[in-house]
C-alpha cells in the first residue's frame, strides 16, 4: 500500500492557498519543536464568514497537505464551523495520513485555532 493517498499527493504537489494575506483579519503561526516543521495561516473574515485563508508552510509533505486541506475546509464557512475543525477532519479528508504523521494535521487546526484566536483579539479592541 501507497504510504501516502492520492489526495495527500495531491495537495503536496499542487498546495491551495498558498501565500500571504497582507490585510489579515487574523494571523496565527504554530510550531512543532520536535520534527521543527513551522506553519502560518492568514484569514480574511467579513460578517463571520471566512472569505479568504492562505498559507504558508515550512514543513514536510504531510503538512503541506495538511494545511492547503485544512484552507479548503474552511473557506467561505461560517468563523464558528472553522473554530470546530479538528485535526482528525482534516485528516480523514486527506484519505488518511499515516500514524506518525497524525501531528502534521494537528499543526494545521492549531494554526487555524490560533488565527482566528487573533481576530478575535483583534475585534475585542476594535469594539
Ligand atoms: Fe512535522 Fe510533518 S513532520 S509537521
Not at 503536496?12 to 496565527?28: C, K, M, S, T
Amino acid at each position: 500500500m501507497a504510504l501516502y493517498s492520492e489526495k495527500v499527493m495531491d495537495h503536496f504537489r499542487n498546495p491551495r492557498n498558498v501565500g500571504v494575506i497582507e490585510d489579515a483579519d487574523g494571523i496565527g503561526e504554530v510550531g512543532n519543536a520536535r520534527c521543527g516543521d513551522i506553519m502560518k495561516m492568514y484569514l480574511k473574515i467579513e460578517d463571520d464568514i471566512i472569505k479568504d485563508v492562505k498559507f504558508e508552510t515550512f514543513g514536510c509533505a504531510s503538512a503541506i497537505a495538511s494545511s492547503s486541506m485544512a484552507t479548503e475546509l474552511i473557506k467561505g464557512k461560517p468563523v464558528r464551523e472553522a473554530m470546530s475543525l479538528t485535526n482528525k477532519a482534516v485528516a480523514e479528508a486527506l484519505d488518511g495520513l499515516p500514524a506518525y504523521k497524525m501531528h502534521c494535521s494537528v499543526l494545521a487546526e492549531e494554526a487555524i485555532q490560533s488565527a482566528l484566536e487573533d481576530y478575535e483579539k483583534r475585534r475585542g479592541k476594535g469594539e
